[in-house]
């Protein structure tokens, strides 16, 4: 099984801030990196697939980087619809997938 | 425009089968460009994927739920299913539906499934007596 790792686990941001999210992988998975956001209640929404491509209709401040283990996800300027919780998932194992314990990022 | 909507019991007893159904609509479930999964979410928790079908009824399953997961698709009602046996609390969560695409990876030269581009709204199944 490959193993997904998010740091911080929360994370305390102002409107504006630039917020960057990190997500590590126990093995390599190329790119096959994908980026979600969460809000209480909802499903999750894809932002980011193949580590680096923005999702159609996912607004330009969200951005993603990374392959091989490690992975970035950045919000450039911080919008309060943005407070949410955020997973990464791999999918490079076509046996499994698996998702990140997610980062919460909560109004400072 | 797809959407996905899972329906079933929101209360199982324990050690019975959880039984849930995804129905697929504004676009058909047979159109083979799809892989169609479940993936489960406890309270306050992360995300947990349990396993997938191809319209032809291939499986792949979550390691950790392979023995007691069974997953089907029905193309005429444009739906697909989720069994799970001999539940526990553990099992206790929101269920999610979703859909990943299929595309060619021509570095490698093989299929691959992409990310979960659509999701249905989650329904919560509740396992106790």
């Known amino acids: 099984d490959i193993q997904m790792t998010q740091s911080p686990s929360t994370l305390s941001a102002s409107v504006g801030d630039r917020v960057t999210i990190t997500c590590r992988a126990s093995q390599s998975i190329s790119s096959w990196l994908a980026w979600y956001q969460q809000k209480p209640g909802k499903a999750p929404k894809l932002l980011i697939y193949k580590a680096s491509s923005l999702e159609s209709g996912v607004p330009s401040r969200f951005s993603g980087s990374g392959s091989g283990t490690e992975f970035t996800l950045t919000i450039s300027s911080l919008q309060p619809d943005d407070f949410a919780t955020y997973y990464c998932?791999?999918?490079?194992?076509?046996?499994?997938?698996?998702f990140g314990p997610g980062t919460k990022v909560d109004i400072k | 425009q797809v959407q996905l909507q899972e329906s079933g019991p929101g209360l199982v007893k324990p050690s019975q089968t959880l039984s849930l159904t995804c129905t697929v609509s504004g676009g058909s479930i047979s159109s083979g460009s799809y892989y169609w999964s479940w993936i489960r979410q406890p309270a306050g928790k992360g995300l947990e994927w349990i396993g997938r079908i191809y319209t032809s009824g291939s499986t792949n399953y979550n390691p950790s739920l392979k023995s007691r997961v069974t997953i089907s698709v029905d193309t005429s009602k444009n739906q697909f299913s989720l069994k799970l046996s001999s539940v526990t609390a553990a099992d206790t969560a929101v269920y999610y539906c979703a859909r990943a695409k299929i595309f060619y990876d021509y570095v490698w030269g093989s299929y691959r499934v992409d990310a979960f581009d659509i999701w249905g709204q989650g329904t919560m199944v509740t396992v106790s007596s």
């Open positions: 998932q791999q999918y490079n194992s076509y046996s499994g997938i698996t």
